[in-house]
């Protein structure tokens, strides 16, 4: 009987590939042969091992931005989830208990459960394949699973996890529309992402902000729809954003950059009265030191944190990518397949450089090109 073949991460920076039984997928589950997954900065840090302690920790298999073919599936699976054994669909990175009061009330994100794929549970809780580093993956009974078109390539579909996290982040968080300002600091993958969704969503000003270091990526920014982009290491980003808004200044600000707190302060600063702070970058657990209380009070400033995206966002984002996959293809820059998962994290980390800018790194599974 065929097996499945799955990176495990063993101890950090230490990824051995492992043979694994194919479960049946019972009456209530299914199994995913994966086409791909996608890689975000969160891959970079658990293979460092800054998420040891967190979720699952060690001895797992990571990659939460699967998508695949459904292998085979039990019939209330197929039922539930209206997909049948064939389908090519995308699956959500958590899987919520469906009781909690997060859950119950619709916000399933934030369930307290702690269950989901690469980042949760490790090779021993049964059947072990919880993560998209793998050519199988077995699909929970409580699976958030949409289904894919089957035209698209692999590299730009892949890119439903990072947009669906955009598409919530500035438009359902931020709230952004018509003629408003935005202003990105950071421009990452998600970042990225975030212009040319706030471009679709008729926003006037899309400013990006990055470092001197960012200049491809900010160009990138540029053609996706950012209709300017600050270097913060040579401008004045506050002072820029003024001249840029005629002094109107931003409505909303989306925080993505990682580890830096300075980008928050300059957000606050770029708003508008009753303005919007959407933080959604990690800052290695650095806090913020000189945080303006009175200026957030006097001009009734939002923050608002973000963590993930949900079921209306990642829809909202297979239909982005269905109607104009070209606009996408410049952000994938790098596909490996499965058994060079360490070059694939390595590229991410920007340890290793090929010339090439690395913005999306797709990892290959067996099924990729098409359903065989
Ligand atoms: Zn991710
Ligand atoms: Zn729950």
């Known amino acids: 009987m065929a097996r499945a ?19 049946a997928p019972g009456e209530d589950g299914a199994v995913l042969r994966v086409e791909a997954c996608g890689l975000c900065g969160t891959d970079y840090e658990q293979w460092l091992g800054h998420m040891a302690g967190w979720g699952g920790g060690m001895n797992i298999i990571p990659g939460h931005e699967i998508m695949g073919y459904i ?27 469906g009781h ?18 690469g980042l949760y549970q490790n090779i021993t809780v049964a059947p072990s394949l919880w993560g998209g580093y793998s050519s199988h993956v077995y699909l929970h009974p409580r699976t958030m699973v949409h289904k894919l078109p089957s035209d698209i390539e692999t590299d730009v579909m892949t890119l439903v996890n990072p947009l669906s996290n955009a598409i919530r982040w500035i438009y359902e968080v931020g709230g952004v529309g018509l003629g408003t300002t935005v202003v990105i600091a950071g421009p990452g993958q998600r970042g990225l992402l975030a212009a040319a969704v706030a471009k679709r969503a008729g926003v006037s000003n899309i400013i990006v902000t990055g470092t001197s270091g960012d200049a491809a990526r900010l160009k990138l920014a540029r053609e996706l729809g950012a209709t300017a982009t600050i270097d913060v290491q040579t401008e004045d980003p506050v002072q820029r954003v003024a001249e840029l808004t005629g002094g109107a200044m931003a409505d909303v600000v989306l925080d993505v ?33 000189g945080f303006p209380v009175d200026k957030v009070v006097l001009r009734e400033i939002e923050l608002i944190g973000v963590l993930s ?32 998962a360490e070059d694939a994290v390595r590229t991410l980390g920007r340890e290793t450089r090929d010339g090439n800018e690395a913005v999306h790194i797709t990892l290959t599974g067996p099924s990729v090109g098409g359903n065989p």
């Open 5 to 23: 073949v799955a990176a495990v991460l063993e101890g950090p920076k230490n990824l051995r590939f492992k043979e694994f039984e194919i479960p």
């Open 71 to 97: 292998e085979s599936i039990g019939p209330i699976a197929s039922k539930l989830w209206k997909v049948k054994e064939g389908d090519r669909v995308a699956i959500e990175p958590i899987i919520p208990c």
């Open 100 to 117: 909690c009061e997060d859950c119950v009330k619709g916000n399933y994100t934030r369930c307290e459960s702690d269950k989901g794929y």
């Open 257 to 289: 950059s990682a580890g830096a707190v300075a980008p928050i302060l300059q957000g606050i600063d770029m708003l508008k009265r009753g303005g919007r702070v959407v933080l959604a970058g990690l800052k290695g657990k650095n806090s913020l030191n």
């Open 309 to 340: 995206a949900g079921w209306q966002s990642t829809e909202l984002a297979i239909k982005m990518i269905e109607s104009d996959p070209a606009m996408f293809k410049s952000l994938c820059s790098h596909t490996f397949p499965l058994e060079r």
